[in-house]
């Protein structure tokens, strides 16, 4: 059984190392999309909507995605039309602890309670 002091230590590295990953990551994804949107205005260029090579076969697709530009007519909207599918169906966690906080109580919603490390390098 490994001794906590060793524990906190492969911690530290395991949390490091987790770090310079996502910060590989990060770069790799901004060469990603920079390489995506030269891609797409190449083949745009040549009007091509599909293009393969030995590697792979790329695509282009449109699609619509929303953006919310005032959320008090979309909530409205949602609430007459009770078409709540526009939605992610997710609580947000901190809105439900200060509404449990302030002893209200929330119809469907169970706590459920983790225990997790804080953790602070020094």
Not at 38 to 62: A, F, H, P, W, Y
Request: with cysteine; proline share 2%.
């Amino acid at each position: 059984m490994k001794k906590l002091d060793s524990l906190l230590a492969e911690y530290s590295k395991v949390r490091e190392d987790i770090k310079e990953l996502q910060a590989q990551e990060k770069e790799l994804n901004t060469s990603k999309r920079e390489l995506e949107a030269q891609i797409s205005i190449r083949m745009q260029e040549q009007g091509l909507d599909k293009i393969s090579d030995g590697n792979c076969t790329v695509s282009l697709k449109n699609e619509i995605v929303p953006t919310v530009e005032n959320w008090d007519i979309l909530q409205e909207h949602i609430s007459i039309t009770k078409q709540f599918e526009l939605m992610h169906k997710r609580v947000s966690a901190t809105a439900y602890r200060e509404a449990i906080a302030s002893g209200m109580d929330i119809p469907g919603v169970k706590s459920t309670e983790l225990t997790r490390i804080n953790y602070r390098s020094t």
